[in-house]
């Protein structure tokens, strides 16, 4: 093949999924030239699953992206058509945003964001190889012959890398959404010795929203009062539309287990490991026999279009099989099917060959995001996107990478969980998977993060000030609360007509606010002399006055947490030559290579007495 | 910061003397907060290095532990170059754990295997060259203990702990289900099913913690102090449980001249058994030795055996004895009932209203299959035939059920108030970690395994 140059970037970055668009507007965003690549650009910013963004966890993914200057908070606030706060019946540290998108405004907005962006290019072409020398990564190939040469290249493949498709007993070589595969590329990365595996996932049906009958569902309307995703954007109005929610039944269930032979789940086709947070209506049926109906929503994906999606229903079971189990449910009696369920399958690496800053271990200057990783979800792959990003930055100007940790962000605990403890799965965040769940709240994030993504160099001037704005409101409040006494002349009848008891000396309004049944709304019965504030800061400031007590116990905790987080361990340390190391400890030491004596805790196989021996280790070098 | 760690720094039932050490930034604090000295001393009266006699005293109740030295040891000229506390207890090994928990429940956290070393190095105290040797004893020790632990384990109460922590998992799966699949078709953990499932699994563990100090007595012996008047058959009554003739036996007042102390094995618990130079006044230098060390082996016991010869009336001293003992375990004998009865139950209870009285004839053996049974009576708190396995016989045991009992408490107090489960689910989590150090386990992992194997979720 003869090949050419077409031009030399500082970053290329390979694929413009979700991950792909973070890590090349960040780049870009701060000051590095960036290419982006897309086998179709019809694909950029795909949402090729639900048409959702956010939901428990990955809300808080979306706020902490914004908080740092990403960009899926600000393109999910123009693509919505309904937004829902989550959780509200529970404390705030679990308040989780998800909206509703119209996909191709999604796409489109993204898109344009792309094509507006200064130092960046956006290309449709597909990359066959790698140009590697002496184990640093040079540039990539094309499959036309065209040569792109960058300091760092960011691998964000999502599922296209090698990707087959499953319908019943029939597969084929094929991208997500009837998209071309990623096929060479797959071969390539192997012959650089970089390890592949095959995760899958799937996608229900999409049918025409005018073909089912709503009066037999129960109607899932937005939230009257709208909360955006950036804390770039104070109200947003938005005609919304809303979801359905109906049930399966024994019938569905019934065809669905006569044709269990017909899966290919079960038939054994599918090699790729597939997430238990997302089973099939096969596997459903089959684990949870028991159950009598199972719940789906009707969701649609968007405005420009009658197709709904079905969520609830994935399944790799036949066409003719689908047809026939969707239409037992109420409501679907009548349906068309436009696009049909199917399985996927794909190449992913196992992430526990990164470094925390999402770099490739064996390969120099290669940057990794998004499902490519091994993870689920746009969000995680955003989020992933942004930070590698960010890194491969960093690694240009030759400054120190930038980690986030887990008492930080939702951030820091997925790369953290998926760099050092890896995953059997594609990986979804939970909301249990963080230790200091009070603190990392979607309210806060901007407190937590705009200022570090400002000293990277990411987060705007206007961004910054807005952050620095919202910091002092929320002191000044708390502050205002804490000092305004009032009397019980004044506070009892309010507490009299909410039922709360009577006070009988004068208290703060930061006292009664710590009362369950108060509200910061509320209190402003009592409490003429407040000034308007903004949605996010009224919610801060009450958390952070009502669970004072619950916030300084986390703060205790992250203290002895962050000790260890700090005590650094050298990259080039070698474990298989520290006296006292148990040898499965020095296995996984040496192939994960932790940057401090906190991360190598969290490593399975590393017990608590090899941890007090590096200690010592480490202590004997610094004394060195 | 580093926290302040603590331990008993001597063997277990080796010698009369045992120390407990603290190390770190709050050893005075914690020292002042359980030291009384003695009189005519203030508090003030500690000083860098300098021992300081006094009390032991629970916060609590101002109930006395033990009689003690301290001394107080600033940093950095220590062992691990932190401040150092050490408390010299007198008493029994009873009185060595109560010391050692006052401390854990005053702020410390209980030193891991190694962890004084580990800290003197970290510090910069021990030499460079000495950085293997360290290791080494780290390591040692750390396997140790936790060959101890396994050993445990293997009985009853691995298993009572697993089953307390499956009961908190529940719990935590079904809070983690609610809140990240909020939408999905389950139903909400409610907070009468959390109380009541708390309220349950707290008092399971406050029944293991009951079994603490019997299992300690188990595990560490018991100490027993025979006290009485001269020849009233204390050295007969020594032989009669030894069963082996080791004391002199004489009819002359002042025969046994130190104090005896001799291991007895009775039915499994070792028994640390004294016996006393009759407490009476005396000009013989000797002798005077003798009736101080009575006097040091009377306050360190567990459990005192006051022998008084029931065939004479009681005496004086006897009532000088009965003085001592105040309201301290005791078991009173009355003794040579062969020879006639001259001291009545009644009298013997007007002296010491809680003492187990029992009529004996020790040279005939009448009676020892009595005392014998009582003194398992006391260590079994009544239970003699419960079963060893699942008691709690390690400090660092009850130090973790003690935090998880807390932990659950507070959770308790959160859902009885209606707060939010995420918030509760902070404290039930608390717990489930501190009991699954007991045994070894604790992964986050598992709850999610078990969110999605026991819910139908996702799209």
Avoid at chain 1, 182 to 201: D, M, P, Q, V, Y
Avoid at chain 1, 291 to 319: A, C, N, W
Avoid at chain 1, 573 to 585: F, K, Q, S, T, V
Avoid at chain 2, 191 to 209: A, R
Wanted: hydrophobic share 40%.
């Amino acid at each position: 093949m003869s090949s050419y140059l077409m031009g030399t970037y500082e970053v290329i970055v390979v694929g413009a999924g979700h991950a792909g668009c973070e890590a090349a507007l960040a780049t870009a965003r701060m000051g590095k030239k960036t290419l982006i690549l897309s086998m179709n650009l019809e694909a950029v910013a795909m949402l090729a699953c639900n048409p959702s963004i956010g939901g428990t966890g990955k809300g808080h993914l979306v706020r902490e992206i914004d908080a740092l200057g990403g960009q899926m908070g600000l393109t999910i606030d123009k693509a919505f058509i309904q937004s829902r706060m989550l959780n509200t019946s529970k404390g705030p540290a679990v308040h989780s945003l998800r909206a509703q998108a119209d996909k191709m405004l999604y796409h489109q907005e993204m898109k344009k964001t792309l094509e507006k962006q200064e130092m960046l290019d956006l290309k449709q072409g597909e990359v066959i190889d790698l140009l590697v020398e002496d184990g640093v990564v040079k540039g990539v190939i094309m499959n036309t012959g065209a040569k792109y040469l960058a300091q760092v290249v960011i691998l964000a493949t999502g599922t296209f890398l090698g990707s087959k498709i499953f319908i019943g007993d029939n597969n084929f070589l094929s991208g997500p959404n009837g998209m071309a595969p990623s096929i060479s590329l797959a071969e390539s990365l192997k012959g650089h010795g970089i390890e592949l595996r095959r995760f899958k996932t799937g996608t229900p049906a999409r049918v025409l929203g005018s073909t089912l009958d709503y009066d037999k569902m129960i109607e899932q309307p937005g939230d009257d009062e709208i909360t955006p995703f950036s804390f770039m954007n104070d109200d947003l109005e938005c005609e919304q539309v809303p979801c359905w929610l109906t049930y399966t039944n024994e019938k569905t269930h019934q065809i669905v287990r006569d044709n269990f032979h017909r899966s290919a789940l079960f038939g054994g086709d599918i090699e790729g490991v597939g997430a238990r947070y997302c089973p099939s209506i096969e596997d459903k049926v089959n684990r949870f026999a028991d159950k009598e109906r199972h719940q789906l929503f009707i969701e649609p994906e968007g405005l420009y279009t009658d197709e709904v999606y079905i969520q609830g229903m994935s399944t790799s079971l036949p066409e003719d099989v689908q047809d026939q189990f969707y239409r037992t449910i109420p409501g679907l009696e009548n349906l068309k099917i436009v696009r049909p369920a199917y399985a996927i399958e794909y190449d992913c690496i196992d992430p526990l060959d990164l470094k925390l800053s999402l770099e490739h271990r064996k390969i120099a200057n290669l940057f990794c995001a998004g499902q490519f990783n091994g993870s689920s979800g746009y969000e995680e792959a955003a989020a992933q996107g942004l930070i590698a990003g960010i890194n491969a930055s960093l690694k240009i100007d030759n400054k120190e990478p930038f980690i986030i940790d887990r008492s930080e962000a939702y951030i820091g605990v997925l790369i953290d969980d998926l760099v050092t403890k890896g995953t059997n799965e594609p990986y979804r965040i939970m909301t249990s998977r963080a230790e200091y769940r009070l603190l990392l709240r979607q309210d806060n994030a901007d407190q937590r993060l705009t200022e570090k993504g400002y000293r990277v160099g990411l987060v705007s001037e206007e961004r910054y000030q807005r952050y620095k704005e919202r910091k002092q409101a929320i002191e000044d409040e708390i502050s205002r609360l804490e000092k305004t006494i009032v009397t019980p002349s004044i506070a009892n009848p309010f507490l009299n007509e909410i039922g709360s008891s009577e006070i009988n000396r004068g208290v703060s309004l930061a006292q009664l606010l710590r009362r369950s049944e108060i509200t910061y709304d509320l209190l402003e019965a009592i409490d003429p002399e407040r000034i308007p504030l903004s949605r996010h800061v009224k919610t801060t400031v009450q958390v952070n006055i009502k669970y004072e007590g619950y916030i300084s116990k986390q703060l205790t905790q992250i203290e002895r947490f962050k000790k260890l987080e700090d005590m650094k361990l050298p990259e080039d340390l070698d474990y298989n030559n520290l006296h006292g190391l148990r040898i499965e400890a020095r296995q996984k030491l040496s192939n994960i290579r932790p940057r401090s004596i906190g991360q190598a805790s969290r490593i399975s196989g590393v017990s608590p007495a090899d941890i007090n021996v590096l200690l010592i280790h480490l202590e004997r070098m610094n004394r060195k | 910061m580093e926290d302040t760690i603590a331990a008993i720094a001597t063997a277990y039932g080796e010698g009369g003397i045992g120390i407990v050490r603290i190390s770190g930034n709050r050893s005075k604090e914690i020292l002042d907060k359980l030291f009384k000295p003695a009189k005519n001393q203030d508090r003030k009266s500690i000083v860098n290095r300098q021992l300081t006699y006094g009390y032991i005293v629970s916060p609590e109740d101002n109930k006395i532990i033990d009689e003690v030295l301290v001394v107080f040891m600033k940093a950095p000229s220590t062992y691990t170059r932190e401040d150092v506390v050490e408390i010299f207890c007198h008493g029994s090994t009873v009185s060595l754990n109560k010391t050692l928990s006052l401390v854990l429940d005053s702020g410390a956290r209980l030193a891991e295997a190694g962890e004084f070393t580990k800290r003197a190095f970290l510090n910069g105290r021990i030499d460079l060259s000495q950085a293997e040797a360290v290791i080494d004893v780290i390591k040692a020790k750390t396997e140790k203990s936790f060959e101890l632990a396994i050993d445990q384990m293997e009985g009853h109460l691995s298993q009572r702990v697993k089953e307390l922590r499956d009961g908190l998992m529940d719990l935590l799966v079904r809070i983690a289900v609610n809140i990240d699949y909020s939408e999905e078709d389950i139903e909400e953990l409610s907070y009468e099913e959390t109380l009541t499932s708390l309220s349950s699994i707290g008092d399971k563990i406050e029944k293991l913690l009951s079994t603490a100090d019997t299992g300690r007595m188990i595990r560490e012996g018991l100490r027993v102090t025979i006290v009485g008047r001269p020849n009233v058959g204390k050295s007969s009554l020594m032989n009669a449980l030894l069963r082996e003739s080791r004391a002199i036996v004489t009819d002359i007042p002042g025969t046994t001249r130190d104090t005896i102390e001799e291991v007895l094995n009775l039915r499994g618990i070792p028994v640390y058994l004294t016996d006393t130079a009759g407490i009476h006044s005396t000009e013989d230098e000797i002798e005077k030795i003798g009736i101080e060390r009575s006097k040091l082996a009377f306050n360190r016991a567990d459990l005192i055996i006051f022998m008084v010869d029931g065939s004479l009336p009681l005496r004086e001293e006897d009532y000088l004895i009965a003085d001592q003992i105040g309201d301290r375990k005791v078991i009173v004998i009355l003794n040579k009932s062969d020879l006639g009865k001259s001291v009545t139950e009644k009298q013997i209870k007007e002296l010491l209203d809680n003492a187990i009285i029992i009529d004996a004839a020790v040279i005939h053996d009448k009676g020892i299959k009595e005392l014998e049974d009582s003194i398992l009576n006391l260590v079994y708190g009544g239970k003699v035939s419960q079963e060893h396995s699942d008691m709690v016989t390690n400090i660092r045991h009850k130090d973790l059920l003690e935090k998880a009992k807390n932990s659950i408490g507070d959770a308790k107090k959160m859902a009885l108030n209606n707060q939010p489960m995420d918030l509760i689910e902070i404290d039930i989590r608390q717990a489930w970690e501190y009991l699954g150090e007991i045994i070894g386990e604790t992964v986050t992992e598992d709850i999610i395994d078990q969110v999605f194997s026991r819910f139908c979720l996702g799209k």
